[in-house]
């Protein structure tokens, strides 16, 4: 299992069990203990002022983009 904690700050490309794909820098991991969830999320960065909560469980890939 990768260890998102380490990613934070990385420009990523995330594709979800639907399909949906997401690229833009990954800025928090949220523990779903802290929200009443089953499951820990990522937030990744992919416009300007938004982000988008990708439940860990659904992730299919995720790869390190270089700059």
């Known amino acids: 299992m990768m260890d998102y904690h380490d990613l934070i700050g990385e420009r990523v490309k995330?594709?979800?069990?639907?399909?949906?794909?997401y690229i833009g820098p990954l800025i928090t991991y949220e523990v779903g203990l802290d929200?009443?969830?089953d499951f820990d999320s990522i937030g990744i960065k992919t416009g300007e002022g938004y982000y988008e909560s990708v439940p860990i469980p659904d992730i299919v890939s995720c790869e390190v983009l270089e700059d």
């Open 14 to 21: 995330v594709v979800d069990k639907d399909g949906d794909v």
């Open 35 to 37: 929200s009443d969830e």
